[in-house]
C-alpha cells in the first residue's frame, strides 16, 4: 500500500522535482611518494545520504525495503533515488513519514561496523 502510495504521489509530484547534481569528484591524486597508504573505506551511507545510495549498500538496501518494501525496484526511482527520505517525505502523500525516517535511522545505526 505505501508502494502504490508513494508511486502516485512521486508520479503526481514528478515534474516538479528538481534534479540534483552530484559533487564534482574531488582529486585524490598521490602528491608525492605515498605508495604505501591505503584509500580509506568507502564510508557506509547513512539517514542523510540519497536514496541511491542507500540501496547501492547490501546492508542499508535490506534496511529500506524492511521499511519501504519495493523502494529499490519502484518505477519512478530514477526520479527520486538523487534525493534524500527527508526531501521525498513531504512528496510522499503520507507514505514517508517521519516514524519510517526514525526506525530507517535506528536500524541503520544498529548496523554492525564495517
Do not use: Y
Amino acid at each position: 500500500m505505501k508502494s502504490l502510495l508513494l508511486a502516485a504521489t512521486v508520479i503526481a509530484i514528478a515534474p516538479a522535482a528538481v534534479a540534483q547534481q552530484a559533487a564534482p569528484a574531488q582529486d585524490h591524486s598521490n602528491h608525492g611518494n605515498h605508495a604505501n597508504h591505503a584509500a580509506p573505506a568507502a564510508a557506509r551511507p547513512t539517514i542523510t545520504s540519497s536514496i541511491k545510495d542507500l540501496l547501492a549498500n547490501p546492508e542499508t538496501a535490506a534496511v529500506m525495503e524492511k521499511h519501504l518494501p519495493g523502494v529499490a525496484n519502484h518505477p519512478m526511482r530514477p526520479q527520486f533515488e538523487d534525493m534524500t527520505l527527508a526531501q521525498v517525505m513531504p512528496l510522499s502523500g503520507g507514505a514517508i513519514t517521519q516514524a519510517t525516517i526514525d526506525a530507517i535511522d535506528t536500524d541503520l545505526k544498529a548496523l554492525p561496523a564495517s
